[in-house]
């Protein structure tokens, strides 16, 4: 004969799954994130920051930026394409980067390969969303950035707001 749940056990389940679902870093789907954001791992650490993409000509620009609140830290996720909608693009060369910035200009900017998948594209929106793949092997031990991100697009870098609050 089967016994009826106990009163404790439905409580210690559900908070198991309440747990387990805070550990993942949103919903599956990019496009269904808040657009700004990009949420991975660094190293293996969790990474949240925001994004921002910037479209000229046929070059598209994908940027997550993390700063740091406390202090003048911030680490950047960088990759250009020639574009050409959605897919998978090879970032080779100088086209990405992970970097570590101290001090506003002082820090570490190695290049990194890996790849850029474009999930979905809307222009008329100007968003794009997908996910990022970088390991820098030039700097010992190698670092490694990827995550997923939904970002605003802008024609150029000027428009992108800053990610720091302005002095009055």
Do not use: N
């Not at 749940?5 to 908070?15: D, F, G, M, V, Y």
């Not at 949420?39 to 000229?56: K, N």
């Amino acid at each position: 004969m089967r016994s009826a749940p106990s009163l404790l056990t439905i409580p210690l389940a559900a908070l198991a799954a309440a747990i387990l679902s805070a550990c993942s870093f949103g919903p599956s789907d990019p496009s269904e994130r808040r657009v700004g954001s990009f949420e991975g791992r660094w190293d293996g650490l969790p990474w949240r920051g925001r994004s921002y993409a910037v479209l000229q000509r046929d070059t598209l620009f994908v940027v997550g930026h993390r700063p740091d609140p406390k202090a003048y830290y911030d680490e950047y996720v960088r990759a250009r394409v020639p574009f050409s909608g959605t897919g998978t693009y090879r970032i080779e060369g100088r086209a990405g980067q992970l970097a570590k910035i101290v001090g506003g200009d002082a820090g570490y900017f190695p290049d990194a390969t890996g790849t850029l998948t474009i999930r979905s594209y809307d222009a008329q929106a100007r968003t794009v969303a997908g996910e990022i793949s970088l390991s820098a092997e030039s700097v010992t031990p190698a670092w490694h950035a990827e995550g997923e991100f939904h970002a605003r697009v802008y024609s150029s870098f000027a428009e992108v707001p800053s990610a720091r609050p302005r002095s009055p």
